[in-house]
């Protein structure tokens, strides 16, 4: 005998209460959706899903791993509720782990079973003490078997996977995030996603200052993200005219905050025009000197939108981690420059006064320039790691 499933549990689901049915609803699509093309069936039901395979598990589980809403994936064997099938199935399972010591350790989610956790425990844990060489330990045994007591079976495990944690994708609403291409943004995305956040992306490109190979660089990028969403658009803003007049007619000080309090309200009439309840972005406070909260302020008094910042209070190097985790790193340091970078002041305003914005915007016809951006938007879609068409709205 062998393990020949795997039970899903839900972790952050259980709180949303009379919810909870939706959630769980659009879980199990999400998964069905990550196992397509898999060897797998599953079924689901209040507390739990179940995922029946033949043959090696790890593919199944690194998979369902990067699904939002997962918090643990359990390798088990689904056992009888007779108490000397039981047994049986039990010593055969703990006979195929390693170590010299166990435990058992039961919960009884079926609390019509005629035996109590821990009487059931001592049960299982004698059998294995008269039929193998094992000892108990239940502070840090070797081996753990969890004994999941339901209606239609008993579960048997000692293997457990984390998920993701988070929401199931879709739950919580659609953002327009600001994916620049440098490290943060496709991390902040990632954070996004895990709170089953759907994203669509805004890129503002400065052609001929900025170079192609930054297109091909944000679609890698998204490729990456694709793993958690299937299809995901990103919307190209064609920023150079705006952007050489802010360099024109504004102080160069104020120069980037005026840039992003632009890229804010084209943003934000993108994102009402795709149905997005949000802006995100990766900025982290204090990360460079456009990133004070003074700044943020300042930008922020452009839009109406809710601005969702994940990384706001996060290290730097907690950020490259887990950019490397979800492989978008190596592609991120790729040594193109986007627009936030090539005309790069020497010394940002940290402190920026918005009636200073004001006077600074009142010198030329932005107005203009930014209803020119928004309007020859190109958007692409990339699901499933590959461009497809789709029309171009």
């Known amino acids: 005998m062998n393990y020949d499933s795997l039970m899903i549990h839900y972790g952050e689901l259980s709180t949303k209460g009379e919810n909870r049915k939706m959630f769980v609803r659009e879980l199990n699509k999400n998964i069905r959706h990550a196992l397509k093309g898999m060897n797998a069936v599953t079924t689901f039901d209040h507390d739990h899903t179940y995922v029946r395979f033949e043959g090696d598990p790890m593919p199944i589980i690194s998979r369902l791993q990067k699904v939002s809403g997962i918090q643990r994936i359990s390798l088990v064997y689904k056992s009888d509720r007779d108490i000397e099938k039981l047994k049986e199935d039990a010593l055969s399972l703990i006979k195929l782990e390693e170590g010299k010591t166990f435990k058992v350790n039961t919960k009884r989610g079926d609390k019509t079973y005629p035996l109590q956790s821990l009487e059931l425990s001592r049960v299982l844990g004698g059998q294995i003490l008269k039929n193998t060489d094992l000892k108990v330990d239940v502070h840090n045994p070797d081996i753990t078997l969890n004994v999941d007591v339901r209606k239609d079976a008993i579960y048997l495990s000692s293997h457990t996977y984390m998920g993701a944690g988070g929401y199931p994708l879709g739950m919580n609403g659609k953002v327009m995030m600001m994916l620049s291409g440098g490290i943060d943004s496709p991390v902040a995305a990632y ?5 089953g956040i759907k994203i669509e992306c805004i890129h503002f490109a400065a052609p001929p200052y900025t170079s192609d190979a930054v297109l091909d660089k944000l679609k890698d990028i998204v490729k990456k993200l694709n793993v958690y969403q299937e299809s995901v658009k990103l919307n190209i803003v064609p920023f150079t005219k705006l ?10 000080p104020y120069c980037i905050t005026i840039m992003r309090r632009m890229m804010y309200r084209i943003a934000e009439r993108v994102a009402r025009r795709h149905n997005c309840v949000g802006i995100a972005s990766g900025e982290s406070i204090g990360q460079v000197a456009s990133q004070t909260l003074d700044s943020m302020v300042t930008i922020n008094n452009v839009t109406s939108f809710p601005v969702i910042r994940p990384l706001a209070v996060t290290d730097k190097l907690d950020i490259i981690k887990l950019s490397q985790e979800i492989e978008t790193y190596d592609i991120s340091i790729r040594p193109y420059e986007d627009c936030c970078t090539i005309f790069k002041p020497k010394k940002p305003k940290t402190r920026p006064k918005i009636s200073e914005c004001e006077y600074y915007e009142s010198l030329f016809d932005w107005k203009t320039l930014l209803d020119e951006c928004v309007e020859n938007v190109n958007a692409i879609m990339i699901k ?9 709205k």
């Open 243 to 252: 952007q050489l007049a802010i360099y024109q007619y504004v102080a160069e």
């Open 384 to 392: 499933d790691g590959e461009e497809v068409d789709f029309e171009n």
């Open 191 to 195: 954070m996004m996603l895990r709170r």
